[in-house]
Each structure stands twice: as structure tokens, then as C-alpha cells.
């Protein structure tokens, strides 16, 4: 009978300490240590991550999971609610912290590459380059992300996506501006 009040409280303990460690504080810090703006708060259940935009100005930023794992830069306009990330069931376990995307451009491409292919970016403004593709991320089957660090916030620039670096995707160049999110579906 012992045995089961103490296997019964130890349970009850570890729902108490997981439900109380599901969500993270208004100010989390960012990577580098400087702190995410007070403004910006999340909340973590089971199933998703939710983040709210209290600044008077639009914040781009990221989860960071406990695991290390990196999540996609998100834009919230102030007083914008949105799903940011996967809960603490998740693959990537609960979050550790957000950090600003500063300098960081990202590019959501909706194209299925086919198995075994790959989606690069090109463009002209350092870190692009005309002449080689920067790789990009398969996060589902037509889903790629292109993240350009180093593009000051604000800058215009001109970009094209390509399949295996060798194939243009056809039509104009695509305008992209530094610290931004930017969804296209190109043709080739």
C-alpha cells in the first residue's frame, strides 16, 4: 500500500513539474544573449507553440528547442497571435528560447524537386552570388527554406531559386528585402 502513494505522488510530481515548465516567460533570451523583447511571450502545450506580438513593431524571431534544433524565422505583426512551433510532444521536445532573425532572410519555395533532388538560391547581394546556389532545406515534400544570413534588415534584393543549382526557375528575378519572409512557387 506504501508503494502506490509514493509511485502515485511521484507520478503526480511529474505532471506538475511538466505543466509548469510548458510555457516560457515573457523576455526569453535570445541566442546571443540579448534579450528577446518583454513584448513578446509564448505559451507551449502538448501539441503546439503559440506566440503573441505585444511590441508596437513587427518582430521577426525563432524557436530554439532544448534539443538544439533551430525553428523557421517567424513575422508577427503587433498584436498578432500565431502557431510558431510544435509542442513539447513535438520532435524537437520543449522550448528552450526565441531569438530575433536579425540579418536573416527567408525564403519559402513550394515546389516538389522529385526524390533526390535538391533547391538552391542565387541572387545579388553577398551572401548570393549569380554564380552558386546556397543550399536550401526540404521541410516536407514541396516545401524548401532558404535562409540568407547577413543581409542587412531593410536591404532589397534580387533573387532566383534553381533545381540541383543547374536549372533556372523561369520568369523574373523574385525581390526579397533583408530580415524578411518571403513565400514563392516557382515553375522551371
Known sequence: MKFRFTMAAAVAGLVVAALLGAAGPAGARSASGTP?????????????????????????????????????????????????????????????????????????????????NAITIRGDVPPLSWHSGLPCVNRAADLWECTVTGIPDGQRFAYKVLLNDRVWSTGADHTGTGGGVHHIQPAF
Not at 503573441?52 to 513575422?75: H, K, M, P, W
Not at 531569438?99 to 519559402?108: I, K, M, N, R, Y
Open 36 to 116: 528577446v523583447p518583454a513584448c513578446l511571450t509564448y505559451g507551449q502545450d502538448w501539441r503546439y507553440t503559440m506566440a503573441t506580438n505585444g511590441c508596437a513593431e513587427r518582430l521577426t524571431f525563432r524557436i530554439v528547442y532544448q534539443d538544439g534544433e533551430r525553428g523557421t524565422c517567424v513575422s508577427l505583426a503587433p498584436g498578432q497571435t500565431s502557431t510558431v512551433g510544435s509542442g513539447h510532444i513535438g520532435p524537437h521536445g520543449r522550448v528552450d528560447h526565441l531569438e530575433l532573425c536579425a540579418g536573416d532572410s527567408t525564403v519559402f519555395v513550394r515546389h516538389d524537386a522529385g526524390f533526390g
